[in-house]
């Protein structure tokens, strides 16, 4: 049996005339940049969150830096985020020529250690980037009374997290703002780039609308240097119908972590950590292997289990942020992350025939391995 990593066509089967009358519809009234979709698929994401504002845009990354510079953040300023993320999330801060500042990652739950955000504000610091990590919200309260306290903006990255929830609320309603990304990929993922903010607050809302259009307000009219950054419609009509999904789709997800929770064999793995405030969306299912990741992910593929590693370079160690200046040991536990993680296959569609494939393989490869360790010389 094959279980590859994620499976779009097993999700496209179920929602394929759909999908297929929705793009119909957009091909025939030609509306293809800022159609009614669009907005419609605004409103529906912003009521799905909880907030009153949603502004579609062509990506996660450009979610996120067109909300730092909706902010007026730039040159001189600093960002606080995580050094264990997707680096779209420091590009973001690149992009806008602030500094990204990071901080290391809680050893239990991978998303910003709370504890260290403190000693890294500086009075350059504008702004701090949660970002919930494999579906699970960050511990936005501690990062908000932070916030609060030194005055930070509070941008959460939800580009893993659509429909994730923290005492009893979404992802997205947490922060002053928040950046969602559709890669396809991901819980909630377009059929091509896309992506999307949302906020309570809007006159940024409404920066964005132009940020994302040129930066006009009105047709021609330019008060501030925008962008081509937009949604398309054909996306946003595809998005309308997987978000009706999304919640049944994100439960599957748990069910299937809760098997993996329950049957992997826990003396050789670390199994995820779910916070108690939080409802994770398992983006991504994540164990760790302390010894021999390596011969467990080689001889899962010989078995046709497809695995990822997210993410095998942290963001301070990679070459294009040499000019940060930092270096290995700076931020441990996200360095030890990196050696140890293996993301197993997760994604709605996944077969109970497939669950046990994977279960009884891991469970397999590592009993083996563990026996053919050389066994320790007596003294
Ligand atoms: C996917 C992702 C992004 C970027 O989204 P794109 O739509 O690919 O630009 C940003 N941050 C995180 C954590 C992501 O996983």
């Given amino acids: 049996m094959n279980v590859p990593f994620v499976d779009l066509s097993a999700q496209y089967a179920q929602i394929e005339s759909d999908v297929e009358h929705a793009l119909k519809r957009v091909l025939q009234q030609t509306s293809f940049i800022l159609g009614e979709e669009v907005s419609l698929f605004e409103e529906e994401f912003a009521a799905y969150c909880g907030v009153d504002c949603a502004v579609g845009v062509d990506s996660g ?194 069910s299937h972590a809760e098997q993996y929770n329950a049957r992997l064999c826990k003396r050789e793995l670390s199994l995820p950590t779910i916070a108690e405030h939080a409802t994770s969306v398992y983006h991504l299912y994540v164990i760790r292997v302390p010894d021999m990741r390596g011969a467990l992910q080689s001889s899962l593929q010989t078995r046709g289990i497809a695995t990822g590693i997210h993410y095998p370079v942290p963001i301070h160690l990679q070459p294009a942020y040499e000019h940060l200046g930092y270096a290995a040991g700076d931020f441990p ?16 569609e996944l077969s109970p025939e497939q669950l046990d494939c994977v279960i009884t393989a891991v469970n397999c490869c590592l009993k083996e391995q563990v026996s053919e360790r050389p066994v320790a010389q007596a003294a």
């Fill in 61 to 254: 990354t450009s979610a996120l830096e067109l909300l730092l510079r909706a902010y007026g953040i730039g040159p001189g300023d600093e960002v606080i985020t995580v050094a264990n993320t997707f680096i779209a999330t420091t590009l973001a801060i690149s992009y806008v020529g602030a500094r990204p500042v990071l901080v290391d990652a809680d050893p239990q739950t991978y998303t910003i250690d709370v504890t260290a955000i403190e000693s890294a504000i500086t009075p350059r610091t504008c702004a701090v980037i949660p970002v919930h990590l494999y579906g699970q919200p960050a511990n936005m309260d501690a990062i908000t009374a932070i916030a609060e306290r030194h005055n930070l903006v509070v941008i959460e990255d939800a580009c893993q997290a659509h429909g994730a929830w923290y005492k009893g609320r979404r992802v997205g309603s947490l922060g002053h703002a928040a950046a969602f990304s559709f890669y396809p990929g991901k819980n909630l993922g377009a059929y091509g780039d896309g992506g999307l903010i949302v906020t309570n607050d809007s006159h940024i809302a409404n920066s964005i609308r132009a940020l994302r259009n040129y930066g006009s307000v009105q047709k021609y009219h330019h008060p501030v240097l925008g962008y081509n950054r937009r949604l398309d419609t054909l996306q946003a009509a595809v998005l309308r119908i997987k978000l009706r999904h999304l919640d049944t789709w994100n439960a599957a997800r748990r």
């Fill in 333 to 348: 536990v996200t360095e030890f992350f990196a050696e140890q993680i293996l993301s197993l296959p997760m994604y709605a």
